[in-house]
């Protein structure tokens, strides 16, 4: 057997080896690749001395070690670049219940236990950990303060607080007087800070953990302390910046119309008109339209002019981008913008003068649109009208119309120009998915919901959805001939593995979904056309949704799969969305013959770390490699407009899980007092443990286990993500009915657990 003579290394060799396998190395390592390289030497020093704690000349000797090394490389503009990762694997720190440490590495998913000399590092910190030795290198603080829900200790003590949606062990409340004073309830949401002089070692694994009490938020059936409480834990902002209200408050009441005009379009004589909810407080848009002596109609658009108020750079501007959106709850509301702005010098309020960019638009009989053109103007809304309202007044019922100050010709001429765009969607074969929204009918106190019930979305929702889609699809055309780079409102196609699943729930139903790897808007139209009418179709609907991708704000233009169309972008609600602002700035640039290039003020790490994020970074490499293309430099427009995609991208996400969470709060609180009723359901998912239901007629999402199913053996069914059972062959799968009991429901975790009736 022969053998291989094993390399002699030099000392030099033995040294760098030495050298990359020390905690020093590998935590400077791991600080470089955290700030992003290549980088100046200057900010690669600067970088080593505030995160590893070094001086200068500490600093200085470290970088160049590691040069040495050949831990880093040099390019020929003197720009440092890391050339190795020395088996270094980043994940999240996390605590088991009885506090033991461990990371979860992202890329893999899998889990590491950890020492227990972990008391400097806090629950969500990023890590950089040795492959070989699972030794902690590194750790950025994600995540200091913690929502918390509180526990009474002796002597009627409140010392101790359970995290909210959290694996986090108890946490032991620590140096306030409110503590000891007794003046803290059982169950009290309180904001509690961790720090690592909060970590304080113990064998007791239930007193690991300790937190400053920096807010009581109020007790826990109160809704505006469960809003707080959610906001803090998706990271909401819900509190405007000092300088933010100062400069809300400077801006003037009411419009300067004699110093407007100069440079707008006066459009106050055209009888705009809003339609919105009853509810509706900040109103972004206003329509009118008349036909055209060929048949065709003029359309106007008429949308806030927020650009004009939001300078950039301002202190309104960052905390908009911070933001990115308005959140909306049952009952409330986190705007984007203060007040003043939102529903009042921005909002198209009926009587006034406001400031707008507006789209005019010529749209054929064939519902196309054939000219457009954008341009700022003065508008003075006539009425503002509700979607009751106007859907009553097409019905042969114009009284509460005409009351509002309503025109029914005007809004008849609308209702024919909605039957032409709607003709249009369905010769381009756009998806028409017929979803039911649900809301929560509040108590006066708005503590409780008094029922929940279906939203009606008819004709005159629509009528708006329409004349709105047909704005964004001209600013987005608008973009795209100016070869400007913005924002794009993008929808990928479904990924391979959500059409094999779907595909295989349809198989059950005797469906088939065509296209091969690619289908096509249009092959999703078929499934819906053969269900139409069938009391299962709301069931196959529900399946087809749930195969789609997320739609995502990218200045990458990949289309609009679902709308089927090859490009769109949000231009209508800058009010309540921040990439609708900047579509909004970018296009007054373009009409001023200026470049408008936006800034980033807000840390976007978290945001390009979730898994939002994730998700666009590997679509924008995909997006390079199929141009043939380099990623972007740093620093660059198209980099710089990536980002931002990815804040506003993520920020959406949080808004919808924070209302989401409101939601299964309020739903959980109204189910708790049906305990031991039965209702009926409709499977919504099924892995092996169960199976998830949502309430027929409230829209109550909860949980069925397996053995609550029936009293005999059931099978899971990967492929089919179905239970079949062995005895009598009933199966469950997604979209099937069943009667079920409420058995147990958990307001704190959201949780409404069922058995099969």
Same mark, same amino acid.
């Given at each position: 057997?022969?053998?291989?003579?094993?390399?002699?290394?030099?000392?030099?060799?033995?040294?760098?080896?030495?050298?990359?396998?020390?905690?020093?190395?590998?935590?400077?390592?791991?600080?470089?690749?955290?700030?992003?390289?290549?980088?100046?030497?200057?900010?690669a020093?600067?970088?080593?001395?505030?995160?590893?704690?070094?001086?200068?000349?500490?600093?200085?000797k470290?970088?160049?070690?590691?040069g040495?090394?050949?831990?880093?490389?040099?390019?020929?503009?003197g720009?440092?670049?890391?050339?190795?990762?020395?088996?270094?694997?980043?994940?999240?720190?996390?605590y088991?219940?009885?506090?033991?440490?461990?990371?979860?590495?992202?890329?893999?998913?899998?889990?590491?236990?950890?020492?227990?000399?972990? /008391?400097?590092?806090?629950?969500?910190?990023?890590?950089?950990?040795?492959?070989?030795?699972?030794?902690?290198?590194?750790?950025?603080?994600e995540?200091?303060?913690?929502?918390?829900?509180?526990?009474?200790?002796?002597?009627r003590?409140?010392?101790?607080?359970?995290?909210?949606?959290?694996?986090?062990?108890?946490?032991?409340?620590?140096?306030?007087?409110?503590?000891?004073?007794?003046?803290?309830?059982?169950?009290?949401?309180?904001?509690?800070?961790?720090?690592?002089?909060?970590?304080?070692?113990?064998n007791?694994?239930?007193?690991?953990?300790?937190?400053?009490?920096?807010?009581?938020?109020?007790?826990?059936? %109160?809704?505006?302390?469960?809003? +707080?409480?959610?906001?803090?834990?998706?990271?909401?902002?819900?509190?405007?910046?000092?300088?933010?209200?100062?400069?809300?408050?400077?801006?003037?009441?009411?419009?300067?119309?004699?110093?407007?005009?100069?440079?707008?379009?006066d459009?106050?004589?055209?009888?705009?008109?809003?339609i919105?909810?009853?509810?509706?407080?900040?109103?972004?848009?206003?329509?009118?339209?008349?036909?055209?002596?060929?048949?065709?109609?003029r359309?106007?658009?008429?949308?806030?002019?927020?650009?004009h108020?939001?300078?950039p750079?301002?202190? +309104?501007?960052?905390?908009?981008?911070?933001?990115?959106?308005?959140?909306?709850?049952?009952?409330?509301?986190?705007?984007?913008?203060?007040?003043?702005?939102?529903?009042?010098?921005?909002?198209?309020?009926?009587?006034?003068?406001?400031?707008?960019?507006?789209?005019?638009?010529?749209?054929?009989?064939?519902?196309?649109?054939?000219?457009?053109?954008?341009?700022?103007?003065?508008?003075?809304?006539?009425?503002?009208?509700?979607?009751?309202?106007?859907?009553?007044?097409?019905?042969?019922?114009?009284?509460? +119309?005409?009351?509002?100050?309503?025109?029914?010709?005007?809004?008849?001429?609308?209702?024919?120009?909605?039957?032409?765009?709607?003709?249009?969607?369905?010769?381009?074969?756009?998806?028409?998915?017929?979803?039911?929204?649900?809301?929560?009918?509040?108590?006066?106190?708005r503590?409780?919901?008094?029922?929940?019930?279906?939203?009606?979305?008819? %004709?005159?929702?629509?009528?708006?959805?329409e004349?709105?889609?047909?704005?964004?699809?001209?600013?987005?055309?608008?973009?795209?001939?100016?070869?400007?780079?913005?924002?794009?409102?993008?929808?990928?196609?479904?990924s391979?593995?959500?059409?094999?699943?779907?595909?295989?729930?349809?198989?059950?139903?005797?469906?088939?979904?065509?296209?091969?790897?690619?289908?096509?808007?249009?092959d999703?139209?078929?499934?819906?056309?053969?269900?139409?009418?069938?009391? /299962?179709?709301?069931?196959?609907?529900?399946?087809?949704?749930?195969?789609?991708?997320?739609?995502?704000?990218?200045?990458?233009?990949?289309?609009?799969?679902?709308?089927n169309?090859?490009?769109?972008?949000?231009?209508?609600?800058?009010?309540?969305?921040?990439?609708?602002?900047?579509?909004?700035?970018?296009?007054?640039?373009?009409?001023?013959?200026?470049?408008?290039?936006p800034?980033?003020?807000?840390?976007?790490?978290?945001?390009?770390?979730?898994?939002?994020?994730?998700?666009?970074?590997?679509?924008?490499?995909?997006?390079?490699?199929a141009?043939?293309?380099?990623?972007?430099?740093?620093?660059?427009?198209?980099?710089?407009?990536?980002?931002?995609?990815?804040?506003c991208?993520?920020?959406?996400?949080?808004a919808?899980?924070?209302?989401?969470?409101?939601?299964?709060?309020?739903?959980?609180? /109204?189910?708790?007092r049906?305990?031991?009723?039965?209702?009926?359901?409709?499977?919504?998912?099924?892995?092996?443990?169960?199976?998830?239901?949502?309430?027929?007629?409230?829209?109550? %999402?909860?949980?069925?286990?397996?053995?609550?199913?029936?009293?005999e053996?059931?099978?899971?069914?990967?492929?089919?993500?179905?239970f079949?059972?062995?005895?009598?062959?009933?199966?469950?799968?997604?979209?099937?009915?069943?009667?079920?009991?409420?058995?147990?429901?958990?307001?704190?975790?959201?949780?409404?657990?069922?058995?099969?009736?």
């Amino acid at each position: 057997m022969a053998t291989t003579k094993k390399k002699k290394l030099t000392k030099e060799e033995k040294e760098n080896q030495s050298f990359l396998g020390s905690h020093d190395a590998l935590s400077a390592t791991a600080a470089l690749i955290e700030a992003g390289t290549p980088l100046t030497k200057d900010t690669a020093l600067e970088t080593l001395k505030m995160v590893c704690g070094l001086d200068a000349a500490q600093a200085s000797k470290l970088l160049e070690r590691l040069g040495r090394a050949g831990v880093f490389a040099v390019n020929a503009k003197g720009m440092c670049k890391v050339a190795c990762y020395g088996g270094l694997r980043r994940g999240v720190l996390g605590y088991t219940r009885m506090g033991r440490a461990y990371v979860t590495f992202e890329e893999e998913g899998d889990r590491a236990y950890l020492p227990d000399d972990l /008391y400097d590092l806090l629950p969500g910190d990023v890590v950089w950990v040795d492959g070989v030795d699972r030794f902690v290198l590194l750790a950025r603080r994600e995540k200091r303060t913690w929502v918390c829900s509180c526990s009474r200790g002796g002597r009627r003590r409140a010392t101790a607080a359970h995290p909210l949606g959290s694996n986090v062990p108890t946490i032991d409340i620590i140096g306030n007087r409110k503590v000891f004073e007794g003046e803290l309830e059982e169950g009290d949401l309180v904001e509690l800070e961790l720090t690592p002089e909060c970590m304080v070692p113990t064998n007791d694994p239930y007193m690991h953990l300790k937190g400053k009490l920096t807010n009581v938020l109020g007790t826990s059936d %109160d809704a505006r302390a469960q809003i +707080l409480a959610t906001s803090a834990r998706f990271e909401v902002p819900y509190e405007f910046s000092p300088q933010t209200l100062d400069e809300a408050q400077a801006l003037p009441e009411t419009v300067d119309t004699d110093a407007e005009i100069s440079s707008r379009v006066d459009l106050r004589d055209i009888g705009f008109v809003t339609i919105d909810g009853e509810d509706a407080k900040d109103f972004d848009d206003a329509v009118w339209c008349r036909r055209n002596l060929d048949g065709s109609w003029r359309l106007l658009v008429a949308i806030a002019d927020v650009s004009h108020y939001v300078t950039p750079g301002s202190a +309104l501007d960052k905390d908009a981008q911070q933001r990115s959106t308005s959140v909306y709850f049952p009952g409330f509301v986190i705007p984007m913008l203060p007040e003043k702005l939102s529903n009042g010098l921005c909002s198209l309020n009926p009587g006034v003068d406001r400031c707008t960019m507006v789209c005019d638009m010529i749209v054929g009989t064939d519902g196309l649109v054939s000219a457009y053109q954008f341009y700022p103007a003065l508008i003075h809304s006539k009425a503002r009208l509700t979607y009751t309202c106007v859907w009553n007044a097409l019905q042969g019922d114009a009284d509460e +119309l005409s009351k509002r100050g309503g025109v029914l010709s005007d809004v008849s001429e609308l209702y024919a120009l909605y039957k032409a765009f709607a003709a249009a969607r369905k010769s381009r074969h756009a998806i028409n998915f017929e979803t039911r929204e649900m809301q929560i009918v509040l108590s006066e106190d708005r503590n409780r919901a008094e029922a929940i019930m279906p939203r009606e979305h008819n %004709d005159a929702h629509r009528l708006i959805e329409e004349c709105m889609l047909a704005a964004n699809t001209c600013a987005a055309d608008f973009l795209l001939r100016h070869k400007t780079v913005c924002l794009m409102r993008v929808h990928d196609k479904p990924s391979a593995e959500k059409l094999l699943s779907t595909r295989a729930v349809l198989a059950s139903w005797r469906l088939t979904l065509g296209g091969g790897d690619s289908p096509t808007a249009s092959d999703y139209e078929k499934v819906l056309a053969a269900v139409k009418g069938k009391s /299962y179709a709301g069931r196959i609907q529900e399946v087809l949704l749930r195969s789609m991708q997320q739609a995502q704000y990218s200045p990458d233009n990949i289309g609009h799969y679902g709308l089927n169309y090859p490009a769109y972008t949000h231009f209508t609600s800058p009010i309540r969305r921040y990439p609708d602002l900047l579509v909004h700035r970018t296009i007054r640039s373009i009409l001023l013959k200026k470049k408008y290039q936006p800034e980033i003020f807000v840390d976007d790490a978290a945001a390009r770390e979730s898994r939002t994020g994730q998700q666009m970074i590997e679509a924008q490499k995909k997006a390079d490699q199929a141009r043939g293309a380099k990623a972007p430099r740093k620093g660059s427009s198209l980099e710089l407009w990536r980002r931002l995609g990815i804040i506003c991208s993520a920020a959406e996400r949080r808004a919808e899980n924070a209302a989401h969470d409101i939601e299964a709060w309020y739903k959980a609180c /109204y189910i708790a007092r049906y305990i031991g009723k039965d209702f009926k359901a409709v499977i919504t998912g099924v892995i092996p443990s169960g199976v998830f239901v949502t309430l027929t007629n409230l829209y109550v %999402d909860g949980f069925v286990h397996v053995s609550r199913l029936g009293h005999e053996f059931y099978v899971y069914d990967e492929q089919k993500s179905s239970f079949i059972g062995e005895d009598t062959g009933r199966t469950f799968r997604v979209g099937g009915e069943l009667k079920v009991t409420v058995v147990d429901v958990d307001v704190e975790a959201r949780k409404v657990d069922f058995r099969c009736v």
